[in-house]
């Protein structure tokens, strides 16, 4: 079955540089989550859409952009980046059936900004 | 101070034993996920809960609304169990509102 897809798995950035990181999520769910996880720390949320409209926005850097496109792929823009902005970001993707939800996560792209 | 608290943070058992790892919320929810991610693994939802209990082979998850508390168990426990677990709530209500994820119980199952 297909998983959610997050590309690319590994990237290494210089300070100052742009980054762009992709998810592609299951097919017909039509709900992006993006978090950033710092090693040893917990996830924290950046931003998610919902039908290609931004639903809820959390501690996402000005920096930082994301949309969610007509495919309900979503990407997020990094510019400017900064030594802290290393860390792995991982987006999941879900779809409502009445009460119930099933989330599905991708495996992050693991960010080094050198 | 995060708002979603798990207790332990870390738990060590040996094969065969009974588990429960808890989380408590600071105010009402509209879902709680537990999740298990793996040692460089991707996270998997375990179950999804707005109220009651839920069972999949040798795990149940069960959440007390009023309490604001909810309980995974893990019988008869495996080496192969050994993961981090994850408390993860929804206050909003919307679709895509965010999810906040507690800090995680390490646990190691020792054969």
Known sequence: AAGVIQSPRHLIKEKRETATLKCYPIPRHDTVYWYQQGPGQDPQFLISFYEKMQSDKGSIPDRFSAQQFSDYHSELNMSSLELGDSALYFCASSRRDGINEKLFFGSGTQLSVL | ?111
């Open chain 2, 1 to 111: 101070k995060n708002e979603v608290e798990q207790s332990p943070q870390n738990l060590t058992a040996q094969e065969g034993e009974f588990i429960t790892i808890n989380c408590s919320y600071s105010v009402g929810i509209s879902a709680l996920h537990w999740l298990q991610q793996h040692p460089g693994g991707g996270i998997v939802s375990l179950f999804m809960l707005s109220s009651g209990k839920k069972k999949h082979g040798r795990l149940i998850a069960t959440i007390n609304i009023q309490e604001k508390h909810s309980s995974l168990h893990i019988t008869a426990s495996h080496p192969r169990d050994s993961a981090v677990y994850i408390c993860a709530v929804r206050w909003g209500e919307t679709s895509g509102s965010r999810l906040t994820f507690g800090e995680g119980t390490q646990l190691t199952v020792n054969p």
